[in-house]
């Protein structure tokens, strides 16, 4: 089975390959054993991510705060935000991923600035969580994740029956569910509540610059110096924002990400496994061979005889 991947830009941000192009619209059911090492790599778009689970657990980072995503809970993910999800045991997760540009609500430039524009651009919300069952004040009859899961769901199946037109259903429910959540105060969430907000998050831009900076330049040497200076932080810093927003040390997310490119090269291209190392920055086979294996449970010559 093809392995799911993101294309990302030299930024660290997600190429967003839309259902159609000129509409910034991305509906997929997706499951967690399809992406290598049951887990996404980390990146950003411009979108807005809607996540329900539909079957098991996941984890779910976004920026330095981490959320167990169980069935029937819904997440918002927020523009411009790093983000990824991962397995919890190596256990499947079954999953529906919308993506929606912030464009895809200003036919009306009034309500965008009014009420879209705040949200994508506030500097204390992430993302809104929302668990399974979970009662907010204003909803008498039902949990906002199972209302949300139904607006979600009708999306997924209008997409998957691509009637003529299913498009602009599509912008209908989008407009309803954040009009849902408006209505009750939680897309800009209240601080005095609690409900669904994330903290604000310092050092985003900093690790957003120093994961830019190791996407541009992981074919050659780069030194933790370096990484630091990516982000203006010190060396010590530059460790404990890669633990807090990875747990991973500086070099160890560089090794997996040169890791992920290989397995793109051995996979697409003809490259030998020698010329592959060379390209992800790795200077000794022996030791590219040995993180490989450690990582995909293989030798990269099994890797590229089983694609």
């Known amino acids: 089975m093809a392995k799911t991947k993101h294309d990302l ?3 660290a941000s997600e190429i967003v390959h839309y259902d ?5 619209l991305y509906v997929k059911s997706d499951v967690l054993s399809e992406y290598p090492g049951m887990r996404a790599i980390c990146h950003w778009h411009d979108d807005l991510e809607f996540i ?3 079957k098991g657990e996941m984890y779910y980072r976004v920026n330095s705060q981490t959320i167990l995503l169980k069935e029937g809970d819904c997440l918002i993910v927020n523009s411009r935000q790093l983000h990824y999800g991962y397995s919890r045991g190596q256990k499947e997760c079954l999953f529906l991923c919308i993506l929606v540009h912030p464009l895809f609500f200003s036919g009306n430039i009034t309500l965008y600035e009014r009420y879209i524009r705040p949200f994508t651009e506030s500097d204390g919300t992430g993302f809104l969580y929302f668990p399974h069952g979970a009662q907010y ?4 009859t039902q949990d906002v994740s199972s209302d949300i899961s139904r607006l979600l769901e009708k999306a997924a199946a ?9 498009e602009l259903e599509i912008v209908g429910l989008m407009h309803i569910l954040l009009g849902r959540l408006i209505s009750l105060g939680l897309l800009v969430p209240d601080p005095d509540t609690g ?3 994330s903290r604000p998050d310092p050092d985003s831009a900093a690790q957003r610059a120093m994961v830019s900076f190791l996407y541009q330049n992981y074919s050659g040497r780069i030194t933790l110096d370096e990484i630091a200076a990516a982000g203006h932080v010190s060396r010590s810093k530059c460790c404990r924002i890669f633990q807090k927003y990875l747990h991973q040390s500086p070099v160890d997310f560089l090794n997996s990400y040169r890791l992920e490119v ?4 051995l996979s697409e291209t003809s490259l030998s496994v020698t010329e592959t190392a060379t390209s992800c920055g790795f200077s000794h086979l022996s030791y590219f061979s040995k993180l490989f294996g450690e ?3 293989c030798t990269p010559k099994e890797y590229r005889k089983r694609q």
């Open 137 to 140: 004040p204003g909803m008498d």
């Open 9 to 11: 830009m030299k930024d």
């Open 158 to 166: 209008l997409r998957n029956g691509g009637q003529p037109g299913y």
């Open 52 to 54: 329900r689970i539909r």
């Open 295 to 297: 990582c995909y449970g």
């Open 20 to 24: 159609t192009a000129g509409i910034p």
């Open 262 to 265: 290989s397995r793109r090269l």
């Open 195 to 197: 409900y669904g907000i």
